[in-house]
């Protein structure tokens, strides 16, 4: 991703692709959402790997095409949002640890607080999997509200001296949805992989009323370094005609912390194959692979919470090399 300039990327165009959705909820799980991928430049077997999760946990599918997956493994439970990284000849799954699936159910519903905290797991191979470390607890006050601790959605790049990890963190309850989604967008750094990171003082982005894809609360972010600055693919919670909605924009940036809108990349609607990204659009991993782009995301068809169902598609654009 750094060949390109921030120029490049916002001439792009993403196409919704006609063989989506690529993973459907399987396994009496409404959803499967959160998608993170190896291409297979990246991978120790030469295929696709994507990770994602449902309410039981996260999972890895495998491929040949990055498109038409085939279940590989359950890696671990009480977990979701994953973020899978090589580094060094290893790699590094991140992602939200969680209550068990009870308790959860039980926050929901009013009767639980939420506590989530960022976490890891190595791999050589990715089949055998190291014992889960904490890599980033709750240290800053805007983490905390009344529905709980939450801090989510991790999402790490390399810096010069440094490693950043951006994530989630508060809650916002959504009522036609029924459940919280994450207020602000944070970061951490740190000179180590897995600990020592310090969080900022205060969140990065943060719901703002007069921005129209903020205007709800912040959702997610992945945050790119390219040649001439970084660009962050963000899905914030907005609302519209009284109901929520979620889509995916492009942001820009010097420092990768300051950010300024550009446009939407995708946006909720009907697709050729229904309604599965008709409300929602939400967190999402862009990938290089030849002079292509893909930007994988999972998307909801409707906000309840007992009938929404969520399914990973992705979006192409054709680069100029």
């Not at 671990?76 to 009870?102: K, V």
């Not at 010069?160 to 963190?169: E, F, L, T």
């Not at 703002?208 to 963000?234: A, E, H, M, P, T």
């Not at 292509?292 to 906000?303: G, T």
């Amino acid at each position: 991703m750094n060949s390109l300039t921030i120029d490049e990327i916002k001439k792009i165009n993403f196409k919704i692709s006609d063989q989506s959705p690529i993973i459907k909820p399987f396994n009496c799980s409404y959803i499967v959402a959160d998608p993170s991928l190896l291409t297979p430049d990246k991978a120790p077997d030469g295929k696709w790997h994507i990770f994602f999760h449902t309410i039981f946990g996260i999972y890895r599918f495998e491929s040949t095409d990055g498109i038409n997956f085939n279940k590989a493994e359950k890696i671990i439970t009480r977990a979701m949002r994953p973020d899978i990284n090589l580094i060094d000849g290893e790699y590094y799954l991140f992602y939200e640890g969680t209550q068990s699936l009870l308790v959860k159910g039980l926050n929901v519903v009013g009767l639980a607080r939420w506590e989530s905290e960022i976490f890891c797991i190595k791999s050589k191979d990715l089949k055998s999997w190291s014992s889960p470390e904490k890599v980033i607890a709750h240290t800053r006050e805007y983490e905390k509200d009344k529905h709980g601790i939450s801090i989510s959605n991790p999402f790490l790049i390399k810096l010069d001296d440094k490693y950043r990890m951006y994530y989630s963190c508060g809650q916002t309850f959504i009522k036609d949805c029924g459940f919280c989604e994450p207020t602000y967008i944070s970061y951490a750094e740190s000179e180590k992989i897995c600990d020592s990171y310090v969080s900022a003082a205060k969140p990065i982005i943060s719901p703002d009323r007069d921005k129209f894809y903020i205007n709800l609360c912040s959702g997610c972010i992945k945050v790119y370094k390219l040649k001439d600055g970084f660009i962050g693919i963000q899905n914030g919670i907005y609302e519209k005609d009284g109901k929520s909605h979620s889509g995916i924009v492009l942001l820009t940036s010097t420092d990768g912390i300051n950010f300024n809108f550009e446009k939407i990349l995708v946006e909720p609607k009907m697709h050729i194959n229904g309604d599965w990204m008709n409300q929602f659009v939400y967190a999402s991993h862009l990938v290089k692979y030849g002079n292509k782009l893909r930007l994988y995301f999972n998307a909801r068809n409707k906000a309840d919470i007992l009938s929404g169902r969520e399914c990973i598609g992705f979006a192409e654009a054709e680069i100029n090399l």
